[in-house]
């Protein structure tokens, strides 16, 4: 089975077909993504639940935006979790995040090639 980290005809909807912009897109959420995973970690760690709550709001749209659909679904858990003030099982969550953000680095890689 392929990598179905990314659902490539609506993203590719999204952007009325431009693979150029697909691409650019692609590299601003990679750069994005990782700036805010380690602002996420440190909030994590302080138990600042306003800023787990707001950057995983922010990674969940980016998200939603480039087609990720599973990377979004973790990222809402989270945004739930500062909304509710508990951090109960967020590591598994941490670790689901990473292993997905894997699978869509991956899917960025192979995307890179196929429509070069």
Do not use: C, P, W
């Not at 909030?43 to 709550?53: G, L, M, T, V």
């Not at 749209?61 to 480039?66: C, L, P, T, V």
């Not at 670790?95 to 997905?100: M, P, R, V, Y």
């Amino acid at each position: 089975m392929g990598n179905d980290s990314i659902d490539l005809s609506e993203f590719l909807e999204r952007v009325q077909d431009d693979k150029e912009l697909l691409l650019e897109l692609i590299d601003i959420f990679a750069e994005d993504y990782l700036a805010k995973r380690e602002l996420l970690q440190t909030a994590i760690e302080n138990k600042d639940y306003e800023e787990i709550k707001g950057i995983s709001h922010s990674l969940k749209g980016a998200s939603g935006n480039i087609s990720a659909k599973k990377l979004r679904l973790i990222l809402l858990q989270f945004e739930e979790k500062g909304k509710a003030q508990d951090l109960t099982g967020v590591e598994d969550i941490l670790e689901a995040l990473d292993k997905e953000y894997e699978r869509v680095a991956d899917r960025f890689e192979s995307l890179k090639e196929e429509l070069k």
